[in-house]
């Protein structure tokens, strides 16, 4: 178990994360990942617009809507 998690995580070469859901293998992001990952961690994936939290030390998607940057970026 990766960082304490029961969610089998990894990282690809290009610095992606991955993670195994629902039976399922799931982006998580690359910069938007929280390293290290901690309980109640929350991030919004830019590429996909998903939304993940850590729940009892698992990694849950939340929802997903576009994400938008921010007006001072």
């Keep these: 178990m990766a960082f304490d998690l ?3 995580l ?3 070469g290009a ?3 991955w993670g195994m859901i629902g039976g399922e293998d799931v982006f998580l ?3 938007e ?5 901690h309980e109640g ?3 919004h994936v830019r590429a996909t617009g998903d939304q993940f939290k850590i729940i009892d030390g698992e990694v849950c998607r ?3 809507k576009p ?3 921010p007006p001072w970026a």
């Design 67 to 69: 994400f938008e940057e």
């Design 41 to 43: 961690d929350e991030w």
């Design 62 to 64: 939340v929802g997903n």
């Design 6 to 8: 029961k969610t089998k």
């Design 33 to 37: 990942f929280p390293l290290p990952p």
């Design 29 to 31: 992001g690359n910069r």
């Design 15 to 17: 610095l992606d994360w």
């Design 10 to 12: 990894w990282q690809t």
